[in-house]
């Protein structure tokens, strides 16, 4: 395997980790400001990719088709919270997984309904199609170049926000105590909203995103909701600057593992080994990575809140 | 106070055994089959009621164990290995070292961590089962040949696995309530209701729960190889999230922390389920927001109607 092939995996990598963060940023400001574990967050990643997928092919405009699908994504975000899950916050977590794996039931159901089961493939545009040459030898899909780099300016957005604006300070004051927040006059609830929809947002932004490379299909949500969860796990909940870092870093992991594990099974032990071993070692690496962070620090590496 | 429940109880059994000959008779033979899934999946959602209602563990990863209970059954039966209570043996045996090793790193940690870890645990071994090409991948396996007893009792025979569903699901009841009638669950209650004033009292929880735990996880791997007999066929789907999320709301639908809850809340759901199945291919569209709706307004579970919950 040549060192260009490492680095195009590593890309990969740091590819599919931004794609987490923005799921993960969402989850772990509303778990971090509302105290709820939404399972749900996965249908908004699924509900984002339908929406660009139906809006594009309708306005023949991809970029119409994105910010549509963000719009709608959003509203059904804010619905969702006022309809459901606002009588939710004062319950405990198993009251709110509970409530949320039925809202996934729903919402999978409700696209298999319109779409049907088949995966989609995302038409992307002409401009997002080609291979840009980094160097000499080596070129990479423009696309997932620009989902590298939508992913750094969001993580960047977010950086600003959450510690530079007064925005950002209500979120980190509601994550540390959001009774006095609300003691002094500001209007949580209505913040909690904000939050949420900004959440929705982001993640109805990285399953759009994600349409064009993998498949748009019912279910999607909740194949990286799981990954999303290992990501938190890693990080510490709370903290966006953790949800940086172990997404990075089970981006990486995760892609490096599928790719080269095989090959380097095969050549350390025996190719019949590396073949029946790889590719399960590959899907379990990243638990395993999860379960050694635990053990070592059980609150995560950045646990500090907010 | 106890002749009512008692009473509740002796109708309730006497039911279960009539139904084989009373289903026969009007020519529905298809209820013996479904009733004998129910009480399989009961086992599990009795095993879970241990951590869950009666522990404080909000395992989001019980079906891992169903799934491991099942591939015992039938990764045997591939190498030809038919003997049930080897069978059994493997099953519980192997349930139970899975349970260690995920409860050992689950139970340092609580609450919300808690819940993604045992989800992304199960989730590991759900891709596990994907990717073991030997035992039929994605596809799932057919079980070569259901789990065998000698002459004791025949499992291709529908009414016999019945009564021994039946048999199996009512000693898991009476064994969860002995466990948590005993000394050692009197310190599991008391971890869940206040860890602090345990340790004071000189009791670490970390072990019971982890005791507890295991337990549970056994149990549910006895119920696996039962559902692998009942389906004949295994997938890796019997370890997906979906189904976890499944025997928790049994739990949940029939009261957590008693000791007929989660019974009750099997057969509430499985035929809930049944019925919508029976309107509309898209069933699941309309039981999610039921299921929303139970969580909300519906707090104490089917088993509240009759008593309150004793923990």
Request: some cysteine; overall charge positive.
């Amino acid at each position: 395997m040549s060192w260009i092939l490492i680095f195009e995996q590593l890309l990969n990598g740091v590819q599919l980790g931004l794609t987490l963060f923005l799921m993960a940023a969402g989850l772990t400001l509303v778990l971090g400001i509302m105290n709820l574990v939404n399972l749900a967050h996965g249908s908004l990643y699924m509900v984002g990719a339908y929406l660009t997928l139906a809006a594009s092919q309708w306005t023949g405009s991809y970029v119409a088709g994105v910010l549509l699908g963000l719009a709608g994504t959003l509203v059904i975000g804010m619905l969702v919270e006022v309809v459901a899950l606002r009588a939710l916050y004062d319950r405990d977590h198993l009251d709110q997984v509970l409530a949320t794996f039925g809202l996934i039931l729903f919402f999978n159901e409700l696209v298999a309904m319109l779409w049907g089961r088949a995966s989609l493939y995302a038409q992307l545009p002409q401009y997002l199609r080609g291979h840009v040459e980094l160097f000499s030898g080596s070129s990479y899909p423009v696309y997932r170049l620009s989902v590298i780099v939508v992913g750094l300016l969001v993580a960047v957005l977010l950086w600003y926000v959450v510690t530079q604006t007064r925005l950002g300070m209500l979120i980190r004051a509601g994550a540390s105590n959001r009774t006095m927040v609300a003691a002094l006059g500001i209007n949580i609830r209505l913040l909690s909203t904000v939050v949420f929809g900004f959440g929705a947002v982001l993640a109805g932004l990285a399953g759009l995103m994600a349409g064009p490379i993998y498949s748009v299909q019912p279910g999607m949500g909740e194949l990286i909701l799981i990954q999303v969860f290992v990501v938190i796990v890693i990080g510490g909940i709370g903290s966006v600057r953790g949800a940086l870092v172990g997404a990075l870093i089970v981006g990486i992991v995760d892609t490096l593992g599928r790719a080269f594990l095989k090959p380097m099974l095969g050549a350390m032990l025996s190719p019949t080994a590396g073949e029946a071993a790889g590719p399960a070692l590959a899907s379990m690496l990243i638990y395993l990575l999860m379960a050694v962070v635990l053990a070592l620090r059980p609150a995560g590496l950045f646990p500090a809140r907010g | 106070m106890k002749t009512p429940r008692l009473l509740l109880w002796s109708v309730s059994v006497a039911l279960l055994v009539a139904l084989p000959p009373l289903v026969s008779w009007l020519g529905q033979p298809f209820y013996i089959d479904l009733v004998r899934r129910i009480m399989i999946l009961a086992i599990a959602a009795v095993s879970l009621n241990l951590i869950l209602g009666y522990g404080g563990m909000v395992s989001f990863g019980h079906a891992a164990y169903l799934g491991i209970g099942a591939y015992a059954v039938g990764i045997l039966g591939v190498y030809g290995f038919t003997n049930g209570l080897l069978h059994w043996a493997v099953a519980i045996g192997a349930s139970a070292l899975v349970a260690l090793a995920i409860g050992a790193v689950s139970i340092r940690t609580s609450g919300i961590y808690f819940i993604m870890i045992t989800l992304a645990f199960t989730q590991m071994l759900y891709y596990l089962g994907i990717s073991l090409e030997l035992f039929g991948g994605d596809d799932g396996m057919r079980l070569k040949s259901k789990s065998q007893f000698g002459g004791l009792v025949d499992l291709r025979d529908p009414v016999a696995f019945y009564y021994l569903s039946l048999v199996l699901m009512l000693g898991a009841v009476f064994l969860v309530h002995r466990i948590v009638h005993s000394r050692f669950g009197m310190v599991l209650r008391a971890a869940k209701s206040n860890e602090g004033r345990t340790r004071a009292i000189g009791f670490a929880p970390y072990p019971y729960r982890l005791a507890a735990f295991v337990i549970a996880g056994a149990m549910c791997g006895l119920a696996g190889a039962l559902y692998a007999n009942h389906t004949n066929y295994i997938v890796p789907g019997l370890m997906s999230w979906q189904q976890s999320g499944d025997i928790m709301f049994m739990v949940i639908l029939g009261g957590m922390a008693s000791t007929a809850g989660p019974v009750l809340g099997t057969f509430a759901l499985l035929f809930v389920e049944e019925i919508l199945k029976g309107w509309t291919e898209h069933w699941q569209v309309i039981l999610g927001p039921l299921l929303v709706l139970s969580v909300i307004f519906f707090r104490r579970g089917l088993a509240g109607i009759f008593y309150k919950p004793d923990a």
